[in-house]
């Protein structure tokens, strides 16, 4: 489940339209590390002689390394991942990213001027792209990679600030 906003925290009449994280593509470079750390780390603990002096050392040594690259490689992006959330409202879309800090943007629907998207091909096969908002505010234009459903992100997006702009944010 992405990171949202609690709903102590949504204005009066304001409802959530659509809660995400990132593409889960973000998480193959991190997986297939998982997977080659695990096994490189298995390999070099069972090729290590048994009658050797050091051995016992020397599988600390790859356990601790394998660890450390598992933290880095694997774990940390994941934290990432996980911690980055998006969420569309009827008044506002949020951004929050951050694993140990967090920092949070909220774009106002009747602040937003453009909404755009774009998809390379092997996006467009995995169903996710880059959304580009352009808003009236001190940020100007946020790209944000990787939007999974990224066509019905873009039209809920797009109904939201056309509801905005008309006034029918009130009447929902």
């Not at 997977?35 to 290590?48: C, D, N, T």
């Not at 048994?50 to 040594?61: E, K, L």
């Not at 694997?74 to 506002?92: A, D, E, M, Q």
């Not at 879309?93 to 602040?111: C, R």
């Amino acid at each position: 489940m992405p990171m949202t906003i609690p709903d102590h925290h949504l204005t009066q009449g304001e409802r959530r339209v659509r809660s995400f994280n990132p593409h889960w593509k973000r998480l193959i470079v991190p997986f297939l590390a998982l997977i080659l750390i695990a096994a490189g780390a298995g390999a070099a603990i069972y090729f290590i002689p048994g009658d050797w002096a050091y051995s016992s050392y020397a599988r600390i040594a790859v356990g601790v390394i394998a660890v450390l690259l598992l933290t880095i490689w694997s774990f940390i992006p994941y934290l990432r991942w996980k911690n980055t959330g998006y969420v569309l409202t009827t008044h506002r879309f949020t951004i929050s990213t951050g694993v140990l800090n967090k920092s949070t943007d909220e774009i106002p629907m009747a602040k937003v001027n453009t909404v755009s998207s774009d998809q390379t091909f092997a996006e467009r096969l995995l169903g996710c792209g880059t959304l580009v908002v352009e808003s009236a505010g001190d940020r100007g234009q946020i790209v944000l990679r990787d939007i999974p459903k990224i066509q019905d992100v873009r039209v809920d997006l797009f109904r939201l600030v056309e509801d905005a702009s008309d006034g029918e944010l009130d009447n929902r």
